[in-house]
């Protein structure tokens, strides 16, 4: 199984720094990711309002809705966060979870 995560942030300022875009930032996420899950773990990265949003029309939808404000991370396609920084403990929690697998299911506990 391979537990999809995607990050969808803002395009970079044109004076931003390379390292400081939240492109950086998801790089250094799916480094740290592939260091603990190697290859059950794939992540996308798009900026919003750039032809690679397609592939996520729904979140770009919600963003452009207002409901969502980037940066957005799904992880194993459901929104884990919306605004803010990315917490990447948090993903690596999800990422886990959805790994495992639903709790319980075929068992008695």
């Given at each position: 199984?391979?537990?999809?995560?995607v990050?969808?942030?803002?395009?970079?300022?044109?004076?931003?720094?390379?390292?400081?875009?939240?492109?950086?930032?998801?790089?250094?996420?799916?480094?740290?990711?592939?260091?603990?899950?190697?290859?059950?773990?794939a992540?996308?990265?798009?900026?919003?309002?750039?032809?690679?949003?397609?592939?996520?029309?729904?979140?770009?939808?919600?963003?452009?809705?207002?409901?969502?404000?980037?940066?957005?991370?799904?992880?194993?396609?459901?929104?884990?966060?919306?605004?803010?920084?990315?917490?990447?403990?948090?993903?690596?929690?999800?990422?886990?979870?959805?790994?495992?697998?639903?709790?319980?299911?075929?068992?008695?506990?």
């Amino acid at each position: 199984m391979t537990c999809p995560v995607v990050i969808v942030g803002f395009p970079p300022a044109a004076s931003c720094p390379p390292e400081k875009t939240w492109r950086a930032a998801a790089g250094r996420v799916a480094r740290r990711l592939h260091a603990r899950f190697g290859d059950a773990v794939a992540v996308a990265y798009a900026d919003f309002l750039s032809p690679e949003i397609g592939a996520h029309g729904d979140v770009e939808a919600r963003i452009a809705a207002g409901g969502l404000v980037p940066p957005v991370v799904m992880v194993d396609g459901a929104i884990l966060s919306s605004g803010g920084k990315l917490n990447v403990s948090a993903i690596e929690r999800a990422v886990a979870a959805a790994l495992a697998g639903p709790v319980g299911v075929g068992t008695d506990g």
